[in-house]
Antibody, heavy 123, light 106 residues
Framework: EAQLVESGGGLVQPGRSLRLSCVGAGFSFDDYAMHWLRQAPGKGLEWVSSITWNSNNIDYADSVKGRFTISRDNANNSLHLQMNSLRPDDTALYYC????????????????WGQGTLVIVSS | ETVLTQSPATLSVSPGERATLSCRAGQSVSNKLAWYQQKPGQAPRLLIFGASTRATGVPARFSGSGSGTEFTLTISSLQSEDFALYYCQQYNNWPFTFGPGTKVDI
């Protein structure tokens, strides 16, 4: 059974940086594209970023483009999200999720999801 | 981006009853629609993809239908564990978008 575990969240001041990580287990990590999504407290779901299995194709939501960088390390079954210039509206529970294919970052569903890591941006 | 609208916002039902949840897209998404269930303090769980295909392990009481702009998630006989938030998500038009959710409660 595929499992994902996120880490790296915390309280950070506006304008500062944070790096999230996600480790996958129970599946061939380098056979799948991966995604980051987020959920602000009490709000709905928002897709953040996606990366293909070989990192050749990457996409970002407009709300994070230029500030966030997605990357992966297939040797260590890990996915990362470098978040710079953080703003209060970036406060959310950040989830990583497995794609349903290796190459598609602009299609497909998300399954499974990790349990999330909470990022709070506040002074 | 493709806006998804879910109705009703809250659906109050009793165990054993049938629940029908609606998701409407602002433009056609073909059959590229997924449904997720989220319980308090938990991550979303995939229920349906391709508008009507149940994910592995999802009970048969969950069914999805629709295409184009109108979609339905039906829970044929609600169990206590089905009281949760339900989101639809489209993956036909980039970027991915989610509906605001329907809360199913007692």
């Amino acid at each position: 059974e595929a499992q994902l575990v996120e880490s790296g969240g915390g309280l950070v001041q506006p304008g500062r940086s944070l790096r999230l990580s996600c480790v996958g287990a129970g599946f061939s990590f380098d056979d799948y594209a991966m995604h980051w999504l987020r959920q602000a407290p009490g709000k709905g779901l928002e897709w953040v970023s996606s990366i293909t299995w070989n990192s050749n194709n990457i996409d970002y939501a407009d709300s994070v483009k230029g500030r966030f960088t997605i990357s992966r390390d297939n040797a260590n079954n890990s996915l990362h999200l470098q978040m710079n210039s953080l703003r209060p509206d970036d406060t959310a529970l950040y989830y990583c999720a497995k794609a349903n294919s290796a190459h598609e970052v602009r299609g497909g569903w998300f399954h499974p999801w990790g349990q999330g890591t909470l990022v709070i941006v506040s002074s | 981006e493709t806006v998804l609208t879910q109705s009703p916002a809250t659906l109050s039902v009793s165990p054993g009853e049938r629940a029908t949840l609606s998701c409407r897209a602002g433009q056609s998404v073909s059959n590229k629609l997924a449904w997720y269930q989220q319980k308090p303090g938990q991550a979303p769980r995939l229920l349906i993809f391709g508008a009507s295909t149940r994910a592995t392990g999802v009970p048969a009481r969950f069914s999805g239908s629709g295409s184009g702009t109108e979609f339905t998630l039906t829970i044929s006989s609600l169990q206590s564990e089905d009281f949760a938030l339900y989101y639809c998500q489209q993956y036909n038009n980039w970027p991915f978008t989610f509906g605001p959710g329907t809360k199913v409660d007692i």
